[in-house]
């Protein structure tokens, strides 16, 4: 496991309220898994960021070991591993997914500096 990686995966997650691992862009997925993942975030109405698996070979080959977790799409609220593609269905299904991405939308909101002095 590359340490350079591990290190970039740390700060993504960290910096990220919401993050998706998945191949190609919430745009463009390049799977059906990541597409069915996208559809499900973004009907929760919040941006999230994402990275390109498929673009970043050293994080697409380090992220399974770092988060004990095999395969792809990884949805991360919060710095915590949420899961992939079939557990983001069933939570959205239940609409536990929407009350965890709006929660974590607004406390990335609260915890912005805001642009007034």
Not at 9 to 17: E, F, H, R, T, V
Not at 18 to 34: E, N, R, V
Not at 47 to 57: E, G, K, N, T
Not at 72 to 97: A, K
Request: proline share 7%; hydrophobic share 35%; glycine share 10%.
């Amino acid at each position: 496991m590359s340490q350079e990686a591990l290190d970039t995966i740390k700060g993504q997650i960290a910096d990220n309220p919401i993050l998706l691992y998945m191949k190609g862009s919430p745009q463009a997925p390049q799977c059906g898994f990541s597409a069915q993942t996208v559809q499900c975030l973004m009907s929760c109405g919040e941006r999230f960021a994402y990275v390109d698996i498929l673009s970043h070979p050293e994080i697409r080959a380090t992220l399974p070991q770092y988060a004990q977790w095999p395969t792809f799409p990884q949805l991360y609220v919060e710095g915590e591993l949420v899961g992939g593609c079939d557990i983001v269905t069933e939570m959205h299904h239940s609409g536990e997914l929407e009350t965890l991405i709006k929660e974590a939308g607004a406390r990335a909101d609260a915890e912005a500096p805001s642009a007034g002095g």
